[in-house]
């Protein structure tokens, strides 16, 4: 399928589809403190410049979708919107993070230029219109339980009059106890109604629970699946990235270090070059 199959969604210095370059989504899984926060997005900001591509920084002010109780969160609504205001403010990056309710949607896309639908959540259709009333990009992360051609009826329910569009995030199939497996024909298929696709890196190597009480993951397979997606189409990738991986709070061993992250979009530049006839 050709990339230019898809609708091109432009909103708030956001540009994904058609004939745009891949998008880049990324930061660490949940916000830590603001200079862990502030050093990701600062890099990420370099990096776009460098490649000309679009960057939107993403984190989590709140994990409710947790392995144990006990596990880091982030820092609630309220610091955690005030931490991605401040790097919009001091890098010019937008910013996306998940919302859970129907009353957080809406507070929460006063900040947000991407309204993200977590996948667990990916079937409350009350969520998925009000994140479509926010008037700000919708991110529906396709739930390991769908299939790829349910999409369609996860994007109408967000595609209300006031949505400048809406965007589904592939992020790998349940499969046996604990693991997720990607079918790239997922991406062509839900590209193939017009539908921008991003990848996510990410979550795609993660196994949920893995290790005991939080999640593991295999870190080292995110560049080969990255690059398969480029090759399959995608609109754009969705990675979390830390400096220090096995610091991190939350999902560490599916974080990508931040030192490779620019040589890995290279390679994904030139494919996705290659992959358009360009």
């Known amino acids: 399928m050709n990339r230019l199959r898809t609708r091109k969604i432009e909103s708030g210095g956001i540009a994904i589809g058609g004939d745009a370059p891949p998008l ?20 990420l900001r370099s990096i776009g410049e460098r490649l000309r591509v679009g960057v939107v920084f993403k984190g989590s002010y709140d994990k409710a979708n947790r392995s144990s109780h006990r596990s880091y969160r982030g820092p609630g609504l309220e610091r955690g919107l005030a931490m991605l205001r401040r790097v919009r403010e001091e890098t010019g990056l937008r910013v996306t993070s998940d919302v859970h ?40 992360k396709k739930g390991p339980f769908l299939a790829p051609w349910h999409a369609r009826q996860r994007v109408e329910a967000a ?5 400048p569009g809406v965007i589904v995030t592939e ?5 046996g106890h604990g693991d997720l497996v990607n079918d790239f024909r997922g991406v062509v298929q839900i590209r193939s109604e017009g539908i921008p696709v991003v990848y996510d890196a990410s979550h795609s190597v993660q196994r949920p629970g893995g290790l005991g009480d939080r999640s593991g993951g295999n870190r080292e397979w995110i560049p080969f699946l990255a690059r398969a997606a480029a090759g399959a189409g995608c609109d754009g990738l969705f990675f979390e990235v830390h400096p220090r991986p096995d610091d ?20 994904i530049v030139a494919i996705d070059r290659i992959a358009r006839g360009l």
Request: hydrophobic share 45%; net charge negative.
């Open 101 to 140: 309710s129907v009353e957080e949607a809406l507070r929460a896309a006063e900040t947000l230029d991407i309204v993200q639908v977590p996948a667990f959540l990916s079937r409350q259709n009350d969520l998925l219109r009000a994140a479509g009333e926010s008037g700000k990009i919708v991110n529906i």
């Open 171 to 175: 992020r790998g199939t349940t499969f």
């Open 24 to 43: 880049v989504i990324a930061g660490p899984d949940s916000l830590e403190g603001d200079e862990v926060v502030l050093e990701i997005s600062r890099a």
């Open 248 to 267: 991190a709070l939350c999902d560490g061993p599916s974080s990508l270090s931040l030192a490779a992250l620019e040589p890995l979009l290279e390679q």
């Open 159 to 163: 595609a209300g009059p006031r949505t």
